[in-house]
């Protein structure tokens, strides 16, 4: 079988030998995994000192975001102990993943959102792989606090990331990069939430330079919301908002986890205003042609602070070492959530039906 096969069976497929499978374990795969490493000859420029800024564009996973790499470990390995029913608090793309692949594994799947605060994107999504939804009068906080409680009396299997295959599975985003790249980067740069992403990055990084893979380990920027920011401020935030829904979180899981990693790569953690997420969103899509969900786009918002030396930023881009090269991974596709952009949609040029009035007023 070619490489190139391999790499289209997905995450579990491709690093079988780093992950906790057996020849039993029945493999519930998308094909999710192997996307793609976009330079970005833009944000380089911006870096300067020939730096080469590369995104990982985890939106092109099966459900679009990168939720699917950890799902699908997570609901194989359901499976595989006996699980009829999986579960998951969610800001939507989660429930989205676990719904699909409990789909494929036929097997029923509950999510616990937090009312009026999920995307139609992603609600649309739990709906149609025909998850049970149930919105509750509360936060993503208080729906792990739940998922947590019910997981411990019901014959229920939890899938949100503090279930440890979940992070197992998402550390193979970090393996790609290094493959890619030929080691790992400098800097890695992602927005945090639950913090269960940015501790998987670390977790690949470590387990691969230790396999002499990979030759050092990059420096950890993750960049949270400011309204929903317990990391950076050092305690837990009651009632976390921002724009950006997949990381309006106010006590993350794997928080302990973050901490490590940024401290054992020498990195930081810091804060983008909505504004700023905002303007780096429609920056991406409008200059790299790459569309991104709020969230995802808190990795560019952070590199763009990085660089902007009135920002009061948590970690300076003069430290960023002459040749560096620099990932920004962004978590989800923009189509997630289009309600996010509908003001931009309104300037529509309206037109008669004609070819003369049409050149008239694009200024042909
Ligand atoms: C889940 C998610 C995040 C946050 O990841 P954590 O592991 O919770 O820190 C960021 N962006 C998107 C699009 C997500 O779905």
């Not at 690093?15 to 996307?35: I, M």
């Not at 790569?265 to 429609?282: C, K, N, R």
Request: glycine share 10%; aromatic share 6%.
């Amino acid at each position: 079988m070619s490489f190139r096969t391999l790499h289209d069976r997905g995450v579990i497929a491709r690093y079988r030998a780093f992950l906790p499978v057996t020849e039993t374990t029945p493999v519930v795969s998308l094909n999710e995994g192997s996307t793609p490493l976009i330079h970005s000859p833009k944000l380089s420029a911006k870096v300067g000192r020939n730096c080469q800024v590369f995104i990982k564009y985890e939106g092109l996973n099966p459900t679009g975001s990168f939720k699917d790499r950890g799902m699908t470990l997570a609901i194989s390995k359901a499976v595989e102990r006996g699980a009829q029913a999986v579960i998951c608090a969610s800001t939507g793309n989660t429930s989205a993943a676990a719904a699909a692949y409990a789909a494929r594994a036929s097997i029923t799947c509950i999510v616990l959102l937090p009312a009026g605060k999920i995307s139609f994107g992603k609600l649309a999504q739990a709906f149609v792989y025909g998850a049970k939804v149930v919105a509750i009068d509360g936060n993503f906080d208080d729906a792990l606090r739940l998922v947590r409680e019910i997981g411990e009396t019901e014959p229920i299997a939890v899938v949100n990331s503090i279930n440890p295959d979940r992070l197992q599975g998402q550390k193979t985003a970090s393996f790609e990069i290094i493959e890619e790249l030929g080691d790992a980067p400098d800097v890695h740069i992602l927005p945090v939430g639950n913090a269960g992403n940015i501790s998987a990055y670390w977790m690949g990084y470590e387990e691969f330079l230790g396999l002499g893979r990979s030759k050092k380990n990059p420096v950890m920027l993750g960049f949270q919301a400011a309204g929903s920011a317990p990391i950076f401020h050092k305690r837990i935030i009651e009632a976390p908002e921002t724009v950006a829904t997949a990381i309006r979180i106010g006590n993350p899981a794997s928080w302990d986890k973050a901490n490590e990693a940024i401290a054992k790569s020498g990195g930081a953690i810091d804060i983008v205003t909505d504004a700023e997420i905002l303007a780096a969103q429609y920056w991406l899509a409008s200059n790299e042609g790459i569309f991104v969900e709020p969230a995802s786009a808190a990795s560019i918002a952070g590199l763009l602070k990085s660089l902007d030396p009135a920002s009061g930023r948590a970690y300076e881009a003069n430290r960023f070492p002459e040749g560096s090269k620099i990932v920004c991974t962004v978590t989800g596709h923009g189509l997630k959530d289009p309600d996010v952009v509908k003001d931009l949609c309104g300037s529509v040029i309206p037109a008669k039906a004609e070819r003369s009035e049409i050149l008239r007023l694009i200024g042909q």
